[in-house]
């Protein structure tokens, strides 16, 4: 002790020894020593430690090392640092003993109190001492008693000394305070020792850093601050918390009501669904509507069921009178041969059995009758020579067999002529029709069926279609079933009501003549008289119609009052649309001069 400071020693060590003891680095502090200079390479050198040097006899003392394990026995572990020179008074060292004397960190006198251990290897009388510092003990505690100095935590070093600065690992400790780990170095680099400037010891209630490397550091409830402790996470605001929980709140509903309309949109609702829709009863039609006309006429409409021949067919036909008199096609109805093949069934459903009044193959007409059937509906018949080119038009048939079908259409032509039928090849069944034409659809089924105009009278009867790809004009004209393509043929009800009033009367109907054999095989422009008759006959009959006009064989007739005739089909179709009797203005040519004839029509029996 000088000055009343306390000096640290180091050890002695031999010369192997020093030289493995490195040196320290510097911190670049600057250190001031015991001669008031200042050192700016670090805190102070430290020279070499020098072999022991054995004390001169005359002093009467020996001086112990106390790193030497002999000199140790008995004694307490004390740090390597520490050295004891026999024969020195307390605070004093020996006269010729060889030290080192450290003066950095200075400590004041009043500032670190000091305990006196007894050094072993020394007499009780004379045991040599050494001086550490202790901590001050609080001030309303009783002075304690000298005590040893706790163990070390582990083995010391016996070639260092404690750290500059900071207490041996014998001075009791100061609290321990608790600060955050260590970050570890880079490897391969040493980060420079901590500088240190003022006392070694901390002030009471400070926070001393941990040695280094401490593995870790221990916990003081008392430390001022809570110095070392992690911040603590802020408080979350009830402000913030409302407003997040309002955010949530506001997409759930979102998101169900998002859920809940894609399902109305694509199930219609959850509820029954209700459509608006008009209040009933209005049933009234215009009478000259299509809906109106058809309403009419339905109930005078029949569909017929034909079996005979081996064959059957479909056809429609309507009511003419009360009697039960139902007009229809020829070729509908040819097939049967009693009243069990033929069934007439109604637009009420109701059925009923038909017999074959009268039929004209030449006219394609024939007349059957129902019996005990009550409430029959005929329809009006119209007249087809005020017919105009555009008249609206309404077909009712049941083609392929569908009942009760409705059509509409316009009058697309007038006196069109045409030949249906001539199945058999001798032209006996070969039907003559000045027809009209129309594009009400037509097909296989209506033949029979009425043509109305606007007013709901008949006009027609549904007789033939033109069909793509045909050769011909009736129905039955080929292997295959036509379609409707807009070209439909109705034969005049002027013809049709003079056919069928002679079918009904007589059974048979009456053909126009001008008793004359055509040339069918004729191909220049005009109906040609043939030069024979059929069976080598007179192509002109004597005392018949022509030959007192005055025709004779080779003549070509070209017009039929005024209207021109192309073939001998066209001249047949003219004559046949007028009745017996009636009286015909013929345009001809003879020796390439145009002559006109005027004669009287006669009539011929049909079959």
Known sequence: MENGKPNWWSRPSSAPEAARIPTPPPTGDRAEDATGTHDTDGDFPLPAPQPPTEAPAATGTAAADVTDPAARTGAPDLPDTADATAGAAPGEPAADAPAV?????????????????????????????????????????????????????????????????????????PPVQRHPAPVPPAQGHVPPAPPHHGSPHPAPGAAVPPPAGAPWGQYDPWTAGGAGLPPLPPRKSRKGLALAGALVLALVTGVVGGGIGAYVERNGGITTVELPQAAGGDTDRAPDSVAGIAASALPGVV?????????????????????????TNNHVVDGAQSSRDISVTFSSGETARARVVGKDTGYDLAVVQVTGVSGLKPLPLGNSEDVRVGDPV??????????????????????????????????????????LQTDAPINPGNSGGPLLDSKGRVIGINSAIRAAGGSGDGEGDGASQPGSIGLGFAIPINQGKRVAEELINTGKATHPVIGVSLDMQFNGDGARVGEKGKD????????????????????????????????GEELIVKIRAHRPGDRLELTLTRGGKELTKTLTLGSSQGT
Not at 303 to 327: A, E, N, P, Y
Not at 402 to 408: A, D, E
Not at 423 to 428: A, F, P, T
Request: hydrophobic share 35%; glycine share 14%.
């Open 101 to 173: 004397r450290l003066t950095k960190g200075e400590t004041p006198a009043d500032a670190a109190p000091t305990q006196t251990l007894p050094v072993a290897g020394t007499p009780a009388d004379a045991a040599p001492t050494e001086t550490l510092p202790v901590a001050a003990a609080p001030a309303d505690d009783a002075p304690r008693s000298a005590q040893p100095a706790p163990a070390p935590l582990h083995a010391p070093d016996e070639y260092r000394t404690p750290p500059y600065g900071e207490p041996g690992p014998w001075a009791p400790a």
């Open 303 to 327: 569909t017929l069921h034909v079996k005979g021949g081996g064959s059957s067919g479909t056809g429609t036909g309507f009511v003419l009178d009360t009697k039960g008199h139902i007009l």
């Open 394 to 435: 309404v077909a009712i048939g049941a083609p392929f067999d569908l009942s009760n079908t409705v059509t509409s259409g316009i009058i697309s032509a007038k006196e069109r002529p045409i030949t249906a039928g001539g199945e058999k090849g001798d032209g006996s069944d070969i039907s003559y029709v000045d027809a």
């Open 536 to 567: 080598g006959s007179a192509s002109v009959t004597p005392g018949g119609p022509a030959a007192t006009a005055g025709l004779r064989p080779g003549d070509v007739i070209t017009k039929v009052d005024g209207q021109r005739v192309h073939n």
